[in-house]
C-alpha cells in the first residue's frame, strides 16, 4: 500500500492525549484507524439521509418533474473551433 507523508495540526490538549496513550511508533496506524473509521461513518450517514430524503414525496415530485424534462442539451464545446 502506498503511504503519503502529511503534516497538519492538532489542538495541544487531544495532541497530548495521543503522545500519552499512543506509542511513538503506532500514531501513523492508529491515526489511519481512527480517519478510516470516522470517514465510513459519515459516509454511511450521508448515504442514510439522501435515501431517507428520497422518501419524501415533495422530493419524488421534483425528480418526476425533472423525468419529464426532454429537452435536448447541447454540450458547449460541441461546435467549438478546432485548435
Known sequence: MAVRKMTFSLPADLASQLIKRVPARERSRFLAKVLEKSLREDDEALIRSCLSA?????VQ???????????????PWSD???R
Open 61 to 75: 415530485a421534483i425528480e418526476q418533474e425533472w423525468d419529464q424534462i426532454r429537452d435536448a442539451i447541447e454540450e
Open 54 to 58: 428520497n422518501e419524501e414525496p415533495d
Open 80 to 82: 467549438a473551433p478546432a
